[in-house]
């Protein structure tokens, strides 16, 4: 039998992406997507560290510190050393960046009403479901072959 889902998963991530960027940028929000991943994070819990930040966002190390860089150069976020382990960089939010919280969020609201046009609440609740559990199938395969 034949599948698509994967397939569908990656074209939809990639035209809610560029829709999302276009909906942020008419409100005047100027930030990537794996920016926006890690302002959603962090607006829910400031202060972390990249590896925090890492494990919450599903985003390799590496990439959170680049994106994090690019972050610090737009005044979005700030790197301050943690005081208890001299050898942790803790990320913190500017307040440029919590100004941006309000907008933002506006406009996730109205890309969660584009994402389920048309889905009744029942059929919403069963599609995410779905999610959920490929979600947990491969976070627990990654997990186990680390």
């Known amino acids: 039998m034949e599948t ?7 074209q939809i ?7 999302f960027e276009r909906l942020l940028i008419e409100k ?28 919450k966002t599903s985003l390799a190390k590496n990439t959170v510190s680049v994106v ?8 979005i976020v700030e790197r301050n050393v943690n005081p208890g ?12 960046a919590k100004s941006l919280q309000a907008d933002y969020e506006a ?7 584009l994402f389920y046009q048309g889905f009744s609440e029942g059929e919403q609740k069963q599609f995410e479901q779905y999610l959920a559990r490929i979600l947990e199938t491969l976070t627990g395969i990654l ?3 680390k």
């Open 143 to 145: 997990h186990t072959a």
């Open 13 to 19: 991530k990639q035209l809610q992406d560029r829709i």
């Open 4 to 10: 698509k889902g994967g397939f569908y998963i990656t």
């Open 107 to 113: 406009v996730s609201q109205q890309m969660n009403a």
């Open 68 to 75: 994090i860089n690019g972050m610090v150069n737009k005044g």
């Open 28 to 55: 005047g929000i100027e930030i990537s997507g794996g920016q926006g991943r890690i302002l959603f994070v962090l607006w829910k819990e400031d202060n972390l560290t990249i590896s925090e930040i890492s494990e």
């Open 85 to 96: 382990n001299r050898r942790q960089t803790i990320v913190s939010l500017t307040q440029y």
